[in-house]
């Protein structure tokens, strides 16, 4: 226990320099350097000496204070006799009325205090430009250690991806010797049974037939004919016995050819791109719309550019057109719809909450049932591939399965992704979905209840090339919560994590390229992608979460370098 006598170690409160009482301290006489209460400074201080021409400034205001700057007494560097009354500007020095006559007579001449001010700007203005040069090698800086920090682990990771696939080529390698061994154990087997076979029946053969000879050979020695006679017939049945019929060939054991390892049968390493230190990629808003929708939970623009919006569990959906800086609600839907998309034919399908097949809304405004129909799950994405095939994730939180399914024109299931080659499920929710030109299908798979989420980079098989689970730094301190995602027409993939701001841009193998914050050109509270057939990027948007109107915003945006 610490003693009652410690010394607590604190700030030392500092008193009135005149009084030194505990009054609070006021002010601060800068010509005297001493601080003073509100007292001393009426009573006390007013009574020194030239008192009256001392600055004394309020407490509060110290750290604001700049002395005031005296022009009136600055010695002539070349006279020093004289002082300096006037600035050259041509020949950028401080003159006396003596240089004046002599050199500066017709030089442009301005007042001292002036040229300070010209000089204070000049140096404020290159303070700044120093200022922003730090602020971009500092950028630069932070750039290249995130490129080093993504290096680092992108580096371990396929370390640990060597690793255990060498090991997987071992443990194969070793059971292919063992097959080879085992096989050619078999078959060495199986030869020599035979041949075996056929040399016991050969001895046996020789054996009884070496004793017949030998019968043979005492009944020609017999000295008596009648005894002669009685065995010659027996002796004459044994020399037409046949020879035991062997095989006319064996099947030889097979030969071992070594084949050829090479790195076409090992793997390789694939050049994943170049590391940028630049931010070389630009976001600039086109258009910004006001809408009627608390949210928009989905974009979808239409080939006769309308554009759907659906604010999601909200229940409204809108099919609205540009006019000038707003938008006209051309139709409007009460329907709650958690995933849409447009077809090569302009038909809008539908995930809508609770409906296994997939809805559209007819010509004629009615909301219709599709060919598509993922029972016993329910549909949660749609990505179209083509007017022939499109993509449908899918879950049950009953059965606790999700899949993505690809299906044709016709509503059949082609192909549908739920487990890995170890029977394990590919996804816990997946819940938007996009495709590459190799290909490649990206699905963001919600994890967890809180939407923390992670992109799945499948190629057609099912094969997983790569799980994206965010940024090391960017989601450092708020995780990866991705909401929608969308291919470029450069085929990068644009995931969007609404939390920080943030857009990841993926190359097509679920590799981070780049990012951009978007709260950098002001767009707060993103929750919808979609590329036009121009290549404009909309980004759909939520209001704030406190505030009590209908006012989700919707962005057209020209993008650069991704």
Same mark, same amino acid.
């Given at each position: 226990?610490?003693?009652?006598?410690?010394?607590?170690?604190?700030?030392?409160?500092?008193?009135?320099?005149?009084?030194?009482?505990?009054?609070?301290?006021?002010?601060?006489?800068?010509?005297?350097?001493?601080?003073?209460?509100?007292?001393?400074?009426?009573?006390?201080?007013?009574?020194?000496?030239?008192?009256?021409?001392?600055?004394?400034?309020?407490?509060?205001?110290?750290?604001?204070?700049?002395?005031?700057?005296?022009?009136?007494?600055?010695?002539?560097?070349?006279?020093?006799?004289?002082?300096?009354?006037?600035?050259?500007?041509?020949?950028?020095?401080?003159?006396?009325?003596?240089?004046?006559?002599?050199?500066?007579?017709?030089?442009?001449?301005?007042?001292?205090?002036?040229?300070?001010?010209?000089?204070?700007?000049?140096?404020?203005?290159?303070?700044?430009?120093?200022?922003?040069?730090?602020?971009?090698?500092?950028?630069?800086?932070?750039?290249?250690?995130?490129?080093?920090?993504?290096?680092?682990?992108?580096?371990?990771?396929?370390?640990?991806?060597?690793?255990?696939?060498?090991?997987?080529?071992?443990?194969?390698?070793?059971?292919?010797?063992?097959?080879?061994?085992?096989?050619?154990?078999?078959?060495?087997?199986?030869?020599?049974?035979?041949?075996?076979?056929?040399?016991?029946?050969?001895?046996?053969?020789?054996?009884?037939?070496?004793?017949?000879?030998?019968?043979?050979?005492?009944?020609?020695?017999?000295?008596?004919?009648?005894?002669?006679?009685?065995?010659?017939?027996?002796?004459?049945?044994?020399?037409?016995?046949?020879?035991?019929?062997?095989?006319?060939?064996?099947?030889?054991?097979?030969?071992?050819?070594?084949?050829?390892?090479?790195?076409?049968?090992?793997?390789?390493?694939?050049?994943?791109?170049?590391?940028?230190?630049?931010?070389?990629?630009?976001?600039?808003?086109?258009?910004?719309?006001?809408?009627?929708?608390?949210?928009?939970?989905?974009?979808?623009?239409?080939? %006769?550019?309308?554009?759907?919006?659906?604010?999601?569990?909200?229940?409204?959906?809108?099919?609205?057109?540009?006019?000038?800086?707003?938008?006209?609600?051309?139709?409007?839907?009460?329907?709650?719809?958690?995933?849409?998309?447009?077809?090569?034919?302009?038909?809008?399908?539908?995930?809508?909450?609770?409906?296994?097949?997939?809805?559209?809304?007819?010509?004629?405004?009615?909301?219709?049932?599709?060919?598509?129909?993922?029972?016993?799950?329910?549909?949660?994405?749609?990505?179209?591939?083509?007017?022939?095939?499109?993509?449908?994730?899918?879950?049950?939180?009953?059965?606790?399965?999700?899949?993505?399914?690809?299906?044709?024109?016709?509503?059949?299931?082609?192909?549908?992704?739920?487990?890995?080659?170890?029977?394990?499920?590919?996804?816990?929710?997946?819940?938007?979905?996009?495709?590459?030109?190799?290909?490649?299908?990206?699905?963001?798979?919600?994890?967890? %209840?809180?939407?923390?989420?992670?992109?799945?980079?499948?190629?057609?098989?099912?094969?997983?090339?790569?799980?994206?689970?965010?940024?090391?730094?960017?989601?450092?301190?708020?995780?990866?919560?991705?909401?929608?995602?969308?291919?470029?027409?450069?085929?990068?993939?644009?995931?969007?994590?609404?939390?920080?701001?943030?857009?990841?841009?993926?190359?097509?193998?679920?590799?981070?390229?780049?990012?951009?914050?978007?709260?950098?050109?002001?767009?707060?509270?993103?929750?919808?992608?979609?590329?036009?057939?121009?290549?404009?990027?909309?980004?759909?948007?939520?209001?704030?979460?406190?505030?009590?109107?209908?006012?989700?915003?919707?962005?057209?945006?020209?993008?650069?370098?991704?």
């Amino acid at each position: 226990m610490a003693s009652s006598q410690s010394v607590r170690k604190g700030q030392v409160p500092v008193n009135c320099k005149l009084c030194e009482t505990n009054r609070t301290i006021q002010w601060k006489c800068m010509d005297c350097s001493m601080l003073m209460c509100g007292y001393c400074t009426d009573n006390v201080h007013s009574k020194f000496k030239n008192a009256k021409d001392h600055k004394i400034i309020s407490l509060k205001d110290v750290g604001m204070y700049r002395e005031e700057m005296d022009f009136t007494n600055i010695k002539c560097a070349e006279h020093t006799e004289q002082v300096s009354c006037l600035y050259c500007s041509k020949c950028q020095i401080l003159v006396c009325p003596i240089c004046i006559m002599k050199v500066h007579k017709k030089h442009h001449l301005i007042e001292i205090i002036d040229a300070y001010n010209i000089k204070v700007e000049i140096l404020k203005k290159g303070q700044s430009k120093m200022q922003k040069s730090n602020y971009k090698i500092n950028a630069k800086k932070y750039q290249l250690n995130k490129l080093v920090s993504a290096e680092n682990i992108k580096y371990n990771k396929e370390k640990r991806n060597i690793r255990s696939h060498e090991e997987t080529v071992k443990e194969q390698v070793e059971q292919y010797f063992k097959e080879f061994k085992n096989k050619l154990e078999q078959s060495h087997e199986t030869v020599l049974t035979s041949v075996k076979s056929d040399l016991n029946a050969i001895s046996l053969f020789t054996t009884q037939k070496e004793d017949k000879i030998t019968e043979v050979q005492n009944c020609i020695d017999l000295s008596n004919a009648s005894d002669f006679f009685k065995e010659v017939k027996k002796m004459e049945k044994f020399t037409e016995t046949q020879e035991p019929r062997t095989r006319p060939s064996y099947t030889s054991s097979p030969t071992f050819v070594p084949g050829n390892i090479n790195q076409s049968n090992i793997g390789s390493l694939q050049d994943d791109g170049n590391l940028s230190a630049e931010k070389n990629i630009s976001l600039v808003i086109n258009s910004e719309y006001q809408t009627t929708l608390e949210m928009i939970r989905c974009v979808s623009p239409c080939l %006769d550019q309308s554009i759907c919006l659906s604010s999601g569990c909200f229940g409204t959906l809108q099919r609205v057109k540009p006019e000038g800086t707003n938008l006209k609600v051309m139709s409007e839907f009460n329907i709650k719809v958690c995933e849409m998309a447009v077809t090569p034919s302009n038909q809008l399908l539908l995930c809508v909450f609770g409906e296994t097949r997939l809805q559209h809304i007819s010509s004629s405004g009615e909301l219709t049932d599709s060919v598509y129909d993922v029972s016993p799950l329910l549909p949660s994405a749609i990505h179209v591939i083509s007017d022939n095939k499109l993509i449908v994730g899918a879950y049950n939180s009953e059965l606790k399965r999700s899949a993505v399914i690809i299906m044709n024109k016709k509503g059949d299931k082609e192909t549908v992704y739920e487990h890995d080659e170890h029977n394990q499920p590919l996804f816990n929710y997946a819940r938007y979905i996009t495709t590459t030109c190799n290909g490649n299908i990206h699905v963001v798979d919600e994890i967890s %209840d809180d939407r923390c989420g992670k992109v799945m980079v499948l190629r057609l098989g099912g094969h997983i090339i790569n799980q994206y689970t965010g940024h090391p730094i960017i989601n450092k301190s708020k995780a990866f919560k991705p909401v929608d995602i969308v291919t470029t027409p450069n085929d990068n993939v644009v995931v969007v994590d609404p939390v920080p701001g943030i857009l990841h841009i993926l190359n097509d193998n679920g590799h981070l390229n780049s990012y951009f914050n978007i709260k950098e050109i002001g767009i707060r509270y993103p929750m919808s992608l979609a590329f036009n057939t121009t290549g404009k990027l909309y980004i759909g948007c939520t209001k704030a979460a406190s505030s009590q109107t209908k006012e989700a915003k919707l962005y057209v945006i020209n993008i650069e370098g991704f």
